[in-house]
């Protein structure tokens, strides 16, 4: 079982603060830290520690970048295969993080080198492979393409809709789990969603194409829809130091124990478990756990 994540790839230049600023504010934070991130790296990362064979495909700029480096340090780590990363003429993704005193960020991405990765630049042999993990930080006709190969390939398609932003109906039709935010939520359903609403909500996705939606809602957990069941988990209570990566860890987890054979519950259960634990120390990767850190935090009941 092997997984391919197409995704972005960033250095994260992350400086903590008492608070994020507001608009036209100047805040002064401590000492500004640099850190292997993106949102494709991430997930990559996570299932990767979760103990699935994982292949990246992505762009980073050229090794004179001062960039390059720190941005791959923790895929070279964790073991992901790097044979499909493309060296573009362009600058490595770099994301400016503000993280605030209670663990919330804000995060602006320059995307360099993930912005000029072109469909072009999509394998071309999807062989061996089984999975297809995609994010929204490469281009809207990049996602597209890469999911609809995929799934005529036979892969079976993982889509965290994040960062929000405008996404193709064809997409949808070509994912098999959908993962978001209940701000991503919003925006695909095209309407605000209160609470008690969240599960039609879900629900209403899943006649778009994906045969599960997962809403992952932060301290309180995540909620999953399928045609036959909707599984409610709580979240892992945890003291929050920086919730940066926790979303990406969650998806990377999921997909990886999917891949492995676990059942949808259990998926869901190491999943919210280790985005719990990515929320206790600070960093994107950097923070994630290993697996032997994960089982003996809650095992399975
Ligand atoms: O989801 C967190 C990630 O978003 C960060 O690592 C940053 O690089 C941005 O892509």
């Avoid at 103990?51 to 970048?65: F, I, M, N």
């Avoid at 297809?132 to 990049?142: I, K």
């Avoid at 960062?163 to 919003?186: F, K, M, Q, Y």
Wanted: proline letters at 5%.
């Amino acid at each position: 079982m092997t997984i391919l994540v197409i995704g972005s790839v960033n250095a994260d230049l992350t400086v903590q603060a008492a608070r994020i600023p507001a608009p036209g504010e100047t805040v002064l934070g401590g000492d500004a830290h640099v850190s292997p991130g993106g949102k494709g790296a991430n997930q990559a990362v996570a299932a990767a520690l979760a103990g699935a064979q994982v292949k990246l495909c992505g762009a980073v700029g050229a090794a004179s970048d001062p960039f390059r480096s720190p941005a791959l340090s923790g895929l070279t780590r964790a073991g992901v295969d790097l044979s499909l990363l493309h060296t573009l003429d362009a600058p490595t993704g770099l994301a400016l993080i503000t993280v605030a005193a209670g663990g919330e960020n804000a995060i602006t991405v320059a995307s360099g080198a993930n912005a000029r990765f072109g469909p072009q630049q999509l394998p071309a042999d999807w062989h061996g492979l089984t999975h297809l993990l995609l994010q929204q930080e490469l281009t809207p006709a990049v996602t597209l393409d890469a999911a609809r190969r995929a799934h005529a390939a036979g892969l079976r398609v993982v889509l965290n809709a994040a960062p929000s932003r405008s996404t193709d109906a064809g997409l949808l039709a070509h994912t098999h789990h959908l993962i978001v935010n209940e701000h991503e939520l919003e925006a695909l359903v095209g309407q605000s969603v209160e609470p008690s609403a969240l599960e039609l909500a879900a629900q209403s996705l899943l006649k778009r194409g994906p045969q599960a939606v997962t809403v992952t809602l932060g301290a309180q957990g995540s909620l999953t829809v399928t045609a036959e069941a909707t599984y409610r988990l709580a979240a892992h209570r945890v003291q929050v130091v920086d919730t940066t990566g926790a979303g990406d860890t969650f998806c990377g987890v999921l997909a990886a124990r999917l891949a492995e054979g676990d059942a949808l519950p259990a998926a869901l259960h190491w999943a919210g478990l280790a985005a719990g634990l990515a929320c206790t120390r600070p960093g994107a990767q950097d923070a994630m756990p290993t697996w032997a850190e994960v089982v003996a935090a809650q095992p399975l009941r």
